[in-house]
């Protein structure tokens, strides 16, 4: 967040010196606004690209092996420009890299579950999903598994057939 901070203040300062750097090409003819009109804009200009490119930048470094799955787009009154373009700021993604599944359950499988978001902390977690019966549950410290393979303690929320998270984690 201060890297961004410090980003959106150097993109100012660049786009104030462009206008000054054209000021003195035309003659010093510009109005003495125009030099904090640019650095405004150049400092939106950042935050909005910033704001943009944050999905990009996020899922650049991950591995092959991670799927996103599902984002959230938002619009806002107080960012006009996100009802022309809407803004992704979190995403669900399933990482292939744990997933496992027990033969005697072959329509279950267990993987990891990353939530990721704009401005926070990313969080993984284990899920088990359910992929004939369309419901997951959450690996929790009270959930164990049986002997026989099964989950004991498990809470399964029911999910639609169509689920992008359950299809990734399903057909994965």
Avoid at 10 to 19: C, D, K, N, R, S
Avoid at 21 to 33: A, E, M, Q, T
Avoid at 105 to 132: H, I, K, N, Y
Wanted: charged share 20%.
């Amino acid at each position: 967040m201060l890297f961004e901070l410090i980003a959106i203040v150097a993109a100012g300062f660049g786009v104030a010196g462009i206008a000054l750097i054209v000021n003195f090409l035309v003659g010093k003819r510009l109005p003495g606004w125009t030099f904090p009109a640019a650095a405004g804009a150049g400092m939106l200009a950042m935050a909005v690209w910033l704001e943009y490119s944050w999905l990009e930048r996020a899922t650049m470094n991950m591995p092959e092996e991670v799927e996103v799955a599902s984002t959230n787009q938002v619009r806002s009154w107080y960012r006009p420009w996100t009802h022309v373009v809407p803004l992704t700021n979190r995403l669900i993604a399933i990482d292939h890299r744990f997933d496992r599944r027990n033969p005697d359950w072959p329509d279950q499988v267990l993987t990891q579950v990353v939530l990721m978001g704009r401005w926070e902390p990313s969080r993984q977690f284990g899920v088990m999903f359910d992929c004939a019966g369309n419901r997951r549950a959450d690996l929790l410290d009270q959930v164990v598994f049986a002997e026989d393979g099964s989950l004991q303690n498990a809470r399964w929320f029911s999910l639609e057939a169509d689920d992008p998270v359950l299809r990734a984690a399903c057909d994965g």
